[in-house]
Nanobody, 115 residues
């Protein structure tokens, strides 16, 4: 079992930055993959970025060069640094963990980018 708690969402103007945090209830090195997904109103949930136990990262094309996923192992926390935000980045952002074939989700945090 893994509990995930996100924080850091909010309202920001286009071109601004936000950093999301996801605190896990256990050692994140025991988790196969951690990631961030987002869901905009009326749209399906989509992958934003992932980070494997070994440190490999993957990004959606729409956020490459603007978003960075990272982790603090001592704090069991994964971050999503979001720069040069655009109105189309507006969504609820969810933290995700995959461990031994099981998938876990956080409660989500709202990010709103105004134009």
């Amino acid at each position: 079992q893994v509990q995930l708690v996100e924080s850091g969402g909010g309202l920001v103007q286009a071109g601004g930055s936000l950093r999301l945090s996801c605190a896990a209830s256990r050692n994140i090195l025991s988790i196969d993959v951690m990631g961030w997904y987002r869901q905009a109103p009326g749209k399906q949930r989509e992958l934003v970025a992932t980070l494997t136990r070994g440190g490999s990262t993957n990004y959606a094309d729409s956020v490459k060069g603007r978003f960075t996923i990272s982790r603090n192992i001592a704090k069991n926390t994964v971050y999503l640094q979001m720069n040069t935000l655009k109105p189309e980045d507006t969504a609820v952002y969810y933290c995700n963990a995959v461990s031994s074939g099981d998938q876990y989700w956080g409660q989500g945090t709202q990010v709103t980018v105004s134009s």
